[in-house]
């Protein structure tokens, strides 16, 4: 996991240009970095209401192709994460990434559930996060053949309504003189999407983990 983490914080750091503004690494990490503390409950013995519909918007795939987030939603259970490449923050974009990756581990030796779950990873920094860009990042997590998308929008208009919907908050970093540092204050925040475009769980910070995602993908298709 060590080594994982410096390869996706290389990234970053890499991709940032050695922007001026860093965020200071935590001290301590997120719970989904290390096993699961607890048993969770087995799959199909509890229940996931729905918690509302799951937006709509405007995407860009890293083809460039334009098209709508809902092309993505609806047809398999979606865990949806909102990441932004150049995050620094190892408990933010970074965990997300990391316990997507996580995911795609498990569901690939699941036969039951290997054409059922897609994962989408939504970056909310269209500046820099452009088609290209975003598919070579996701070419680095990716297993080949794995339902795992990647996109982005055209401008910052066509994002923000989208992020207003999943009620995503994002403050972007300026220095002094209004010029945009790369970085951005925000809240990480991961959807668990049943196929009727329905959100059924929002996992944050202290909450995402692989073992609980997977967990409740394997209830939510029991029901």
């Keep these: 996991m060590r080594q994982w983490l410096i390869g996706l914080l290389g990234w970053c750091a890499v991709s940032a240009f050695g922007a001026p503004h860093q965020h200071e690494p935590p001290v301590v990490l997120a719970p989904g970095y290390e096993d699961l503390q607890f048993e969770p409950p087995s799959a199909g013995s509890y229940q996931l209401p729905s918690m509302g519909d799951a937006a709509d918007g405007l995407i860009l795939n890293t083809s460039g192709n334009a098209g709508r987030l809902h092309d993505y939603l609806g047809d398999k259970a979606t865990v949806l994460s909102f990441i932004f490449t150049t995050c620094n923050d190892v408990n933010g974009c970074p965990l997300a990434t990391y316990v997507m990756s996580g995911v795609q581990k498990a569901v690939l030796k699941d036969p039951d559930l290997v054409d059922q779950v897609r994962i989408v990873s939504f970056s909310f920094d269209p500046e820099k996060d452009t088609p290209s860009v975003l598919g070579r990042y996701g070419d680095q997590f990716r297993a080949e053949g794995f339902d795992w998308e990647f996109l982005t929008t055209a401008s910052e208009d066509a994002l923000r309504p989208t ?8 403050i972007r970093d300026y220095d002094e003189e209004g010029n945009y540092l790369g970085t951005m204050s925000h809240i990480l925040r991961v959807y668990l999407i049943d196929s009727d475009r329905r959100i059924r769980n929002i996992y944050s910070t202290s ?12 209830t939510l298709l029991m029901q």
């Design 163 to 170: 992020l207003d919907a999943y009620d995503q908050w994002v």
């Design 207 to 218: 909450y995402l983990h692989a073992d609980t995602v997977v967990n409740d993908l394997r």
